[in-house]
């Protein structure tokens, strides 16, 4: 039997953030840990290290669609695969990311009043009233938060709904984050072989 790691236990990470969330949207900022460590381990490392041991939403699919069989572990299809898929997906999710650092400029200047709403797949309001603890803090604050939310618990959604409909960890073959890291170590890969 495989003798567990600390790393195994990521999943609980995820699973927490996103149960915080709901009760204070301040800890959304947390989630940017999810955004910067994977792009240092690829940038410093070279390699996939994050996506392959550390990730812990592919953790929680994982689990959620092969011990508890919540997927039909059906291949996906063959587009989601396609380089062309992977970069114009990552193309979507980085302009929805700058959308919401503007929106976020906007509160932080003023000309924008805070927008106390986290939005599923950028289009459907979620009903977040209970989640607006936020005694102190600054409105951009509040508004990252907000839109940071929506943003993890967007794709999260997306990664449940392919855990379910395909192999587990399908999710992972066209995440942003996993796209970025690959681009990543692609580039520092190049670049080392030419010197």
Not at 57 to 67: C, E, M, P, T, V
Not at 167 to 192: A, E, F, L, N
Request: aromatic share 20%; charged share 15%; proline share 3%.
């Amino acid at each position: 039997m495989k003798t567990k790691k600390w790393y195994d236990y990521l999943w609980l990470v995820s699973a927490t953030y996103l149960i915080l969330g709901f009760f204070n949207i301040l800890f959304a900022w947390i989630g940017l840990l999810c955004f910067f460590i994977p792009l240092l381990i690829a940038i410093f490392g070279g390699d996939k290290l994050y996506c392959n041991r550390f990730c812990g939403r592919g953790q929680l699919f994982d689990l959620l669609g092969n011990k508890l069989h919540l997927s039909r572990k059906k291949d996906i299809p063959k587009f989601l695969r396609k380089k062309w898929f992977r970069y114009a997906f990552l193309a979507f999710f980085l302009f929805m990311f700058v959308n919401m650092l503007f929106l976020t400029w906007q509160v932080a200047t003023g000309s924008q009043t805070l927008k106390e709403v986290v939005t599923l797949l950028w289009t459907w309001k979620l009903p977040w009233q209970w989640a607006n603890i936020q005694a102190n803090v600054s409105p951009w604050v509040v508004q990252f938060a907000y839109g940071f939310y929506s943003v993890m618990l967007t794709s999260t959604v997306l990664g449940l709904v392919t855990m379910a409909l395909y192999k587990p960890r399908s999710w992972c073959v066209y995440c942003p984050m996993g796209t970025m890291t690959q681009c990543i170590c692609s580039v520092k890969h190049h670049k080392d072989a030419s010197e």
